[in-house]
Every structure is written in structure tokens, then in C-alpha cells.
């Protein structure tokens, strides 16, 4: 069966700081590895990561995939409050494509 | 930027009722899901649809579930007779054909089973 595993579970961080979100994944067939932010209801894509090594990066957001170890963390720089939010981690299977998630990392951004 | 529409965006329903979601995803998309969130639990995966059938199901899309793409532009789910169980937010999702294409979600329907 699929896995795919998120940590930590929550962090409370201040504005400024940086923080650094892990997901490792067990997906047969894995073709990538996708983030994505929570806030109030639709995750809202973030990175689609299939090549190990090769860091994305979107503004204070950057992610990186690591297909020999199965995992992959999403940094965020200079946090701000509107970076609260839950950030999903899925795993895509070639096989019909489904995503598998994980529980997801809660992230609050103190001012 | 297109948008992954969903409607209603919260239905409550009596447990034994038929329920059906409307979802119309992104005018060039191929590839279609449903996928479910039961309150504080993991998005789980539900039913992959492509080329008008189905590709994939989940053990959870058992025979209450059913998808339809009735006129070429919206994407259905139909729950049979709901559970209590079946309370959760439901959200359509849609994405293009090719493997470097993020899914799009729509904003989700929530659904009250009482």
C-alpha cells in the first residue's frame, strides 16, 4: 500500500524564521512528488517534483526531491503570517496518476 | 488563472438519500479525480476518470459511488444512498495531459450526512 508520511505534525514559528517540512513516500510506480498549501479549503499547488537533486524554487518557497532516500522537504524563508497554513506532500503513481497524501504539516506563523 | 469549479459549495442530506456533486474542471484538462477529506484525516484518494471511463478506483469507491461527464464540460459524483460515514469534504480535481502537470483542486463540497 502507499505511504506517505509528513513531519513534523505542527510548528509554531515567528515571522522571519525559516522552516523546513519533510515528507518521505512509498508510492508504487512513483512518477513525482507534489506540495501543495492548505489554508481554508482547496490545496492550492505549490511544486510538481520528478528529477532528484534539482531544487524548485517560487519566490521565499524551494523544494527538493531526493528519489534515492524517498523523501523531499519544502523550505520556507522569511516566513510571513500568511504562510499559516497546512502544506501537503503527495505522491504521484504512473499508474492512473492518483495522488497519495500525506497528513499534512500545520504551520503557524506567530507576527 | 482557470479555476476547478464545484458545486454546491456545502449539502446537508438525509443518511438513505442520493446525493450528486457537480464539478467542471479546466476546459483543456484530460485527466479528472475525486478525492475526499473527512474532518481532521488525510485526503484520500477516490476515483480517476480519463478518456470517458474510469482509470483507477479506490477500496472506498465501492458500488454506492459513481462518476459521469454527462455533456463534455462537468464532472459528477453520485453517492447512491449516503452514511453517516460519508460526511466529508469532497473536492474534483482536474489536470492536463503530460507528466510535468500539476492536479488543480477545486474549492471542495462539503457534505453533511445527518
Known amino acids: 500500500e502507499d505511504k506517505v508520511v509528513q513531519s513534523p505534525l505542527s510548528l509554531v514559528v515567528h515571522e522571519g524564521d525559516t522552516v523546513t517540512l519533510n515528507c518521505s513516500y512509498e508510492v508504487t510506480n512513483f512518477r513525482s512528488l507534489l506540495w501543495y498549501k492548505q489554508e481554508k479549503k482547496a490545496p492550492t499547488f505549490l511544486f510538481m517534483l520528478?528529477?532528484?537533486?534539482i531544487e524548485k524554487k517560487s519566490g521565499r518557497l524551494s523544494s527538493i526531491l531526493d528519489k534515492k532516500e524517498l523523501f523531499s522537504i519544502l523550505n520556507i524563508t522569511a516566513t510571513q503570517t500568511g504562510d499559516s497554513a497546512i502544506y501537503l506532500c503527495a505522491g504521484s503513481s504512473a499508474a492512473g496518476n492518483k495522488l497519495t497524501f500525506g497528513g499534512g504539516t500545520r504551520v503557524l506563523v506567530k507576527p | 488563472e482557470p479555476e476547478v469549479t464545484q458545486t454546491p459549495s456545502h449539502q446537508v442530506t438525509q443518511m438513505g438519500q442520493e446525493v450528486i456533486l457537480r464539478c467542471v474542471p479546466i476546459?483543456?484538462?484530460?485527466?479528472f479525480y475525486w478525492y475526499r477529506q473527512i474532518l481532521g484525516q488525510k485526503v484520500e484518494f477516490l476515483v480517476s476518470?480519463?478518456?470517458?471511463?474510469?482509470?483507477?478506483k479506490s477500496e472506498i469507491f465501492d458500488d454506492q459511488f459513481s462518476v459521469e461527464r454527462p455533456d463534455g464540460s462537468n464532472f459528477t459524483l453520485k453517492i447512491r444512498s449516503t452514511k453517516l460515514e460519508d460526511s466529508a469534504m469532497y473536492f474534483c480535481?482536474?489536470?492536463?495531459?503530460?507528466?510535468?502537470?500539476?492536479?488543480?483542486f477545486g474549492s471542495g463540497t462539503r457534505l453533511t450526512v445527518v
Open positions: 476518470f480519463y478518456n470517458n471511463e474510469i482509470s483507477e
Open positions: 480535481a482536474s489536470r492536463e495531459q503530460g507528466a510535468r502537470y500539476g492536479y488543480t
Open positions: 476546459s483543456n484538462h484530460l485527466y
Open positions: 520528478t528529477s532528484s537533486g
